[in-house]
C-alpha cells in the first residue's frame, strides 16, 4: 500500500469504527486482549498468519493489502507529546508514583530482575467498586526476567572472538 503508518492507522481503525464494534468485542471474537488488538489497529504490533483469519471475520472489511501490512513487523513508537493527553499522564503517574514500591516487591519476590515488555500481555477491564461506580482495571502480565551476573567465561561473542 506504501502509506505511512499513520495513515494505514488511520484506514485500519475507520475498518473498526465501520464495523460498529469495540476492542473487547473484536477481542473477544480473535483469542486476543484488546490492548493487543488496539496495537494491531493502530500498527504497534505484529499480526501474525494464524491470527490473520480470525481477524478478518470479526472485522471483514480488512482487505488483503492490509492484512498484508499488519502482517509486515511494525515501527513501534509513539509522539512524545502523548504524555499530555490526560489518560495518558495519569497512567504514567500512576507508575511514576507507584514504580518504586512495585519494583522493591518484584525484587523481594522473584530476585533481582524485571518484567518484561515483550513477552507481555495487557488488557484493559471494567469492574464495580464496592461503592457501586465503575472502576478501571488495568492489567500488565509480563515475564520475569533476572539480571545475569555477568561472568566472561559465559560471553560467547568473547569465546568466539578469541578463536575458541
Given at each position: ?5 499513520a495513515?494505514m492507522?488511520?484506514?485500519?481503525l475507520a475498518?473498526?469504527r ?6 473487547s468485542?473484536?477481542?473477544?471474537e ?6 493487543y ?5 493502530k500498527?504497534?504490533a505484529?499480526l501474525?498468519?494464524?491470527?490473520a ?7 471483514p472489511?480488512?482487505s488483503?493489502e ?7 513487523p ?28 512495585i519494583?522493591?516487591i ?8 524485571i ?16 461503592d457501586?461506580k ?9 515475564k520475569?526476567?533476572?539480571?545475569t ?5 559465559h ?5 568466539r572472538?578469541?578463536?575458541n
Open positions: 500500500m506504501g502509506e505511512t503508518k495513515t492507522a488511520n484506514h485500519l475498518v473498526k465501520n464495523s460498529g464494534k469495540n476492542y468485542q473484536i477481542a473477544e480473535t483469542g486476543l486482549t484488546n490492548v488488538v488496539a496495537q494491531l489497529l500498527r504497534q505484529q501474525k498468519p494464524e491470527t483469519p480470525k481477524l478478518r471475520a470479526a472485522l472489511e480488512l488483503d492490509m492484512l498484508q501490512e499488519m502482517m509486515r511494525p515501527m513501534r513508537s509513539y509522539d512524545p507529546n502523548l504524555i499530555q493527553e490526560p489518560t495518558v499522564y495519569r497512567l504514567n503517574e500512576a507508575v511514576m508514583h507507584f514504580g518504586e514500591s519494583k522493591e518484584i525484587n523481594e519476590e522473584f530476585g533481582d530482575g518484567m518484561s515488555a515483550i513477552d507481555f500481555f495487557c488488557s484493559v477491564d471494567k469492574v464495580k467498586g464496592v457501586g465503575d472502576r478501571v482495571v488495568v492489567t500488565f502480565d509480563g520475569y526476567l533476572p539480571h551476573e555477568q561472568k566472561s567465561e560471553m560467547v561473542s568473547r569465546l572472538l578469541n578463536g
